[in-house]
């Protein structure tokens, strides 16, 4: 990937990069927490803040939303994708763009995509923060990425 292309989609500007797959449904989450189980990646499940065992269902998880605030960050490379577990029907992390600042660390992006991507059977996208109609760049189950 031409890093020098790119890395004008990753320059801080006070907001973060969100990447959705959607729509989802709880079998996607269950996917994507056994893939993610599966990778080289430093799993950090939070409670109010707090770490805590990574419960096994995905349900589990979202029945601790109802009285926490729930955090599950995915610590690949330099990168940390975090997700907060807002809704059933899409799948959102959101990444800090200044941990992309190489080729190498997008082609991290690119795994991370590429695996959710894969659970879910679905197209994965690389957004601007709460923005889902913003389209940077699109991961295919294949691992094949197209930018915006």
């Known amino acids: 990937m031409d890093w ?15 990447i959705y797959v959607m729509p989802a449904t709880m079998a996607d989450w269950q996917r994507v927490l056994t893939s993610l189980r599966h990778e080289p990646a430093r799993l950090d499940y939070q409670l109010d803040g707090t770490s805590a065992p990574l419960p096994a269902t995905v349900t589990a998880i979202f029945a601790a939303t109802r009285s926490h605030a729930v955090t599950l960050a995915c610590h690949m490379g330099k990168a940390v994708y975090a997700c907060h577990f807002f809704s059933p029907e899409q799948i959102e992390f959101d990444l800090d763009p200044r941990s992309v600042q190489s080729g190498h660390a997008l ?7 590429t695996t959710l991507a894969r659970a879910c059977d679905r197209t994965c996208v690389l957004t601007h923060e709460n923005a889902p109609e913003q389209v940077i760049a699109r991961v295919w189950s294949t691992g094949e990425m197209l930018w915006a």
């Open 4 to 18: 020098a292309a790119r890395r004008h989609h990753f320059r801080w500007d006070g907001a973060l990069r969100d």
């Open 107 to 113: 082609r991290d992006l690119r795994h991370f995509m």
